[in-house]
């Protein structure tokens, strides 16, 4: 390749690596944002927008770590709060999937009315 296209590539690279799809507004970031890496560890006691950007764990920031209290069964609702075995964590709240008419088998799984919940399954013969 001629340094000059090899230059034009990686000028290109770098000027589009900071936007998410065409058209998204929501997912660009400004160029103090852009610095930013997130993984799971992201601290964010220091920075709490690092806990919204685009590929963070949560929106939430939980003992220096970006987390989400609607989903996370170590910091569900609130932070440090922990679901009990086999509890999981739905929007917030410590459910029993095996149980609850509401959750039954997973999250906003709403059994019909009048029937229960099985072993996660709406009306268990």
């Not at 660009?28 to 927008?49: E, H």
Request: charged share 20%; proline share 5%; with cysteine.
């Amino acid at each position: 390749m001629r340094p000059s296209v090899l230059t034009m590539s990686c000028l290109v690279i770098c000027l589009t690596a900071n936007y998410g799809p065409e058209g998204d507004q929501y997912y660009r970031r400004s160029r103090l944002l852009s610095g930013y890496s997130v993984d799971s560890k992201t601290s964010c006691t220091a920075n709490p927008v690092a806990c919204r950007l685009r590929g963070s764990p949560g929106p939430d920031c939980c003992g220096n770590t970006c987390v989400n209290l609607l989903s996370d069964g170590e910091n569900c609702g609130r932070c440090r709060h922990r679901c009990r075995y086999p509890q999981s964590c739905c929007g917030g709240e410590c459910v029993d999937l095996s149980r609850n008419w509401k959750h039954c088998g997973r999250c906003y799984n709403k059994c019909n009315r009048g029937d229960s919940c099985s072993y996660g399954m709406c009306n268990y013969a």
